[in-house]
DNA sequence: CGATGATATGGGTACGTACCCGGAATTAAA
DNA sequence: TTTAATTCCGGGTACGTACCCATATCATCG
């Protein structure tokens, strides 16, 4: 027979061990699920740690493995093209990182191309191969990133989708926005700066047709669509789509529509290329035409503080980059329950308190 | 002489030790500043630290010294008479005490009462007492908060001010709103409300005159009153303010003022108190005045949905809070610098935006 | 010069968990 | 029955830091 412990109370392992009369090592196979306990200890001990609604100490967790966990991230390059977009969701998994830094994890991140599946697909196999903990992606291409969440899944690897959700997907969680809740919203802006006789022209501007941002922009629109039948708003909308991305392109496109449809009173911008409408009023001197647009991007703050862009809609792509890597963190270390979806706030952007955005 | 010890590169602790030749205990001492160690060998230490950038193991810190932190919260007792308002600043340091239990910290909160001075300064009599490690504070009571304070900078225990500010102190952060940005925003959104000739009602709404509460009503009204003036707007402001913030007194008030003035377009109340307004607009079916107020209490929600209140300006009551337990994380715990203040953005509150402020 | 006290230093253990390794118990094969 | 293989279990150490306690060093005074 086994001889009798110490019965001081301890806490944590111990006291299981304690508890179910077992040596340490015995408690921690079980816990961990390793092989090696026979089935009457292995009850003994869940037993015990049910009662004990035993709760692992993280602390110790972490000193004991000293185990570094390796996030990585996949986001679109921050370029001029995207008035540097991606540049506030860097910066909130920068942030992040610090933070959970002296926690032994680790981020890494990795870009892409939006113009090009194949950078998206290399970076992602290259993700695949550097055995990371965790990855926080922007899911930009559905078939490429589809398959490279399959991979994830396949091993074991969890991931969070940000500022695009693909539904149905095994992800930890989707942070961003809920676009067609901002085009609604967007909607009501409309109807705060419309007259009653006036059009409203929703522009998409975006060189993909039938990649992910482009049912972005569409979702937008439905959603203002959706808005002006709901509240049984008459104004006409008018449509166009826009694949050239160029200045000049888009120029050219809206100087055509302002002249074949006069009363135009407000331009809806489905994404932060409203900079180049806002740029195209401006140089041609056109100031009865009302704009709102996405995403509070240096560019875009000087026409809302001149006052060519009324109201741009915005939705925190600092704090995506932040909760998303926090989710990881959450999920993976601290072992703590995460929300299947957050959806950002939708906020509003005007000149007055843009200020309050940009950080 | 001492023998030569291991040369085998170790990290942390030990490696100052096996640096500097000295003992591990003494490198401790160095590192927490404690007596017992002579002039040489303190300069040698800290060179050595120096040298090594040495940044120490949070976890292994956490681990050895069981140091349990606790925090106090000093807010409002949820309420009722202020829309349950406080509720979400608490759900917020509700939030971040769990995420930052494992590391041991446990948070308690205390309240008082808005209309009792004595109450509030009870409260923090047993924070003294009971030997926190950091306080977050609604700084209601000028005098009161000022005493507090000064008794804790004595004690050496880190405070935090949120929601209201008490400027040139010295408090490890403060979180919340500018009260005056959003007053000047305020008055953007009345500019947008507004025709020609009519007149704008401002309406602050509270019992005491003299404590911080009233101040910032004030300071929001001068905002508002700046953009105005700042963008030559001519319409009159009228003004009132409401020591009785019973619902019929407010209702007798504004009746009385909208009989007087008939051209007022827009009523701006400064505070949540916009609730009472809305509902004395609504029961006596006034339908030409537009509405705009504060905080998105669920009894505000209802009055922006029915469309009696056109927009409310919010910031973020939740997040307050969760910022608040997360600065006293970062800086007793984490050792990370803390910025020393936070503006909350200041979010416009719509009827189709709400629910995502909701939570 | 020895006793005393202050100052300086090092050894060692503990925190809660992970995991290696050796040995006991059990079973299967010889 | 002995031996080998297998299964099961416990002892012990490590992670990085904090802190107690014992000892060495040194100056001071009787």
Redesign the pocket.
Known sequence: M??A?STKP????????RR??????????V??G?????????EKVKKVIEEMN??????????????EYHFAVLIPEITEESGFFWQAPADGVQQAAEEIRSMGVSVTTFFFDQNDKRSFAGSARRILRGGFDGILLAPFFMEESLAFTKACETKNIPYVFINSDIPDQKSLTYIGPDLYASGYLGGQLISYLIKPKDQVLIVNISREIKNVKQNRLLRKEEGVRSYFTGNKIKNEILKIDITNVDEKAVEKKILEMLAQYPRTGVIFVTNSRVVSVAKCLKKHFIDHVRVIGYDLLESGMEYLKNGVIDFLICQKPQEQGYRGIMALYHHLILNLKVADRYYMPIDIVTRENCAYYKN
Chains 1, 2 share one sequence.
């Open positions: 086994a001889k412990k301890q806490k944590g392992v111990k006291e299981i061990a179910a009369n077992v040596a340490l090592a015995t408690v921690d196979r816990i961990h390793r092989p090696g306990v026979s089935q009457k200890t292995l035993y709760q692992p100490n993280i602390i110790g967790r972490r000193l004991a493995s000293m185990k």
